[in-house]
C-alpha cells in the first residue's frame, strides 16, 4: 500500500508504549503501529500477526525465526 520500512531507534517512551500496548492486547509479540506527535508517541493499532517482510528487509534479520524462538522457550 505504499509503506516503507526504517530502522530508527525508539526512544524510552515509545518502548515502553509499544510493550504496554501489547501487552494490553494479550499477546507475547504484536506489530505495534504508532505515529509520533507533539504530546508524545499515539498508538494507532495493535496487530497480533504482523507483516515480517518490512522489517527483516530493513534490519537483514531473520525476525521469524526469533519470534518462532520466543514461542518455543515460552509455550506451556
Same mark, same amino acid.
Given at each position: 500500500?505504499?509503506?516503507?520500512?526504517?530502522?530508527?531507534? *525508539?526512544?524510552?517512551?515509545? &518502548?515502553?508504549?509499544?510493550?504496554?500496548?501489547?501487552?494490553?492486547?494479550?499477546?507475547?509479540?504484536?506489530?505495534?503501529?504508532?505515529?509520533?506527535?507533539?504530546?508524545?508517541? *499515539?498508538? *494507532? &493499532?495493535?496487530?497480533?500477526?504482523?507483516?515480517?517482510?518490512?522489517?527483516?528487509?530493513?534490519?537483514?534479520?531473520?525476525?521469524?525465526?526469533?519470534?518462532?524462538?520466543?514461542?518455543?522457550?515460552?509455550?506451556?
Amino acid at each position: 500500500r505504499g509503506g516503507s520500512a526504517n530502522i530508527i531507534e *525508539l526512544s524510552k517512551e515509545e &518502548e515502553e508504549i509499544a510493550l504496554i500496548a501489547t501487552k494490553a492486547m494479550g499477546l507475547g509479540v504484536a506489530g505495534v503501529d504508532m505515529l509520533q506527535s507533539k504530546n508524545g508517541p *499515539l498508538v *494507532l &493499532e495493535v496487530n497480533s500477526s504482523p507483516g515480517l517482510e518490512g522489517i527483516e528487509a530493513a534490519t537483514g534479520t531473520d525476525i521469524a525465526s526469533k519470534i518462532i524462538r520466543y514461542v518455543e522457550r515460552n509455550v506451556q
